[in-house]
């Protein structure tokens, strides 16, 4: 970020804070299309029975004709050729396709319109892990995985949030209703609302599931940045968990190292500004924890390219309000300068963390931050 303000870097300090422009990825995309017309025209009504349509046949609402490949009222699309639909942000790829939804959460997509959710997440938000099977798929972000639906849970593959995939894509077995919640123990990962039960050497499992505060867990654990690798590959995400031996630090403390703290989060370049940050989900949440209410929510990085927020403490970068035009981080109040929309914008993890008429989605351009928009 441009803010001046000190950041903590690596090899200094394992995490750092990412420039919100600092990861370019590439996005591209193709769509499943097929053909409307017909070798000769045969008037139909509109809304009546199609039988006087052949069969394979539909009765066009637009133009009063039987037609192949298109469900009635419903608009055909232009011909893809060759092309197949894969696991790409089609997006961000300047063509339009025809919604075929609304659809449920976990079901196949290619843009956002087709999903009841608004979202169709594809490998730059759930990564390849969840959609090497399916290609995209309707989605909606997540702290835990109980504010999923039954059968899914909250993943977090390091892309910057957690989303709601089904279990099975994330190669886990919850419980079929209910379960533990994040911290409470357990002995097997079908115990779990998460479908993950995580044991230390010798000692008692607890439920192993992404969080956005300490508030999400329970018993012992505590929300803390941890790598998990189920499944793999490996990623450092926010999760309920026991803090390791030693790590008795509190949000606000001085640190000299990540392990000093109960979050496992020491950011900040020397001396005094080096401190235990916690984990949030928007601003609000950072006012809420001692020490940060006077701070924001702001984006970091662990290297290589896993991302995550934490309460930054202190004044805001700039004085522009969310929506206002911008060119940098610094001009922001936010401290995020949203490459997508060019505008300040404020960083969520769900819609809850929005304003009534915005919704928490991924920013198509650089790093997928999730970020409040306005509702479509």
């Known amino acids: ?21 600092a990861l370019a990825l590439a996005a591209g995309g193709c769509s499943l299309i097929v ?10 009504q509109p809304g009546s029975d199609t039988s006087a349509c052949p069969t394979g046949m539909s009765c066009s609402a637009t133009s009063g004709l039987c037609v192949s490949g298109e469900e009635a009222g419903v608009a055909p699309v232009e011909e893809a050729g060759d092309e ?5 942000d089609v997006r961000d790829s300047g063509k339009e396709a025809e919604a075929s939804g609304p659809q449920e959460l976990g079901t196949a997509c290619r843009v956002d319109s087709e999903c009841k959710s608004r979202l169709c997440g594809s490998s730059t938000i759930l990564t390849s892990t969840i959609t090497q099977t399916t290609g995209p798929i309707c989605t909606t972000p997540c702290c835990k995985s109980d504010e999923c639906l039954t059968g899914f849970v909250c993943f977090n593959g390091g892309t910057g949030g957690g989303y709601c995939v089904p279990s099975k894509l994330a190669q886990r077995m919850p419980p079929t ?7 409470a123990t357990c002995s097997v990962n079908t115990e779990c609302r998460s479908g993950l039960c995580s044991k230390t050497d010798g000692g008692t499992g607890h439920c192993l599931d992404t969080c956005c505060s300490a508030g999400d867990c329970s018993g012992i654990t505590t929300c803390r940045l941890k790598a998990v690798s189920a499944p793999g590959p490996s990623h450092d995400i926010w999760v309920c968990a026991p803090p390791e031996p030693g790590a008795t630090k509190v949000p606000g403390d001085q640190c000299a190292v990540n392990s000093d703290c109960a979050s496992d989060n020491c950011i900040g370049i020397s001396g005094p500004s080096r401190i235990c940050r916690p984990p949030c989900s928007n ?5 809420t924890v001692a020490g940060f209410s006077a701070g924001h929510c702001l984006y970091g990085s662990s290297p290589p390219s896993d991302f995550f927020k934490f309460c930054f403490s202190g004044t805001t970068a700039g004085d522009s309000p969310a929506g206002a035009a911008c060119t940098d981080d610094s001009t922001c109040q936010s401290d995020y300068c949203d490459g997508d929309l060019k505008k300040c914008a404020n960083v969520c993890a769900r819609d809850s963390d929005c304003a009534a008429n915005e919704s928490c989605r991924p920013s198509a351009a650089n790093t997928p931050y999730l970020r409040c928009v306005a509702k479509p």
Do not use: Q
């Open 283 to 287: 601003t609000a949440s950072c006012k």
């Open 177 to 183: 209703s209910g379960g533990k919640t994040g911290g």
């Open 35 to 44: 053909s409307g017309e017909v070798a000769t025209d045969i008037p139909c």
């Open 84 to 88: 197949e639909a894969g696991d790409e």
């Open 1 to 21: 970020m441009t803010s001046g303000r000190p950041r903590a870097g690596y090899p200094v300090l394992k995490r750092l804070v990412a420039p919100a422009f």
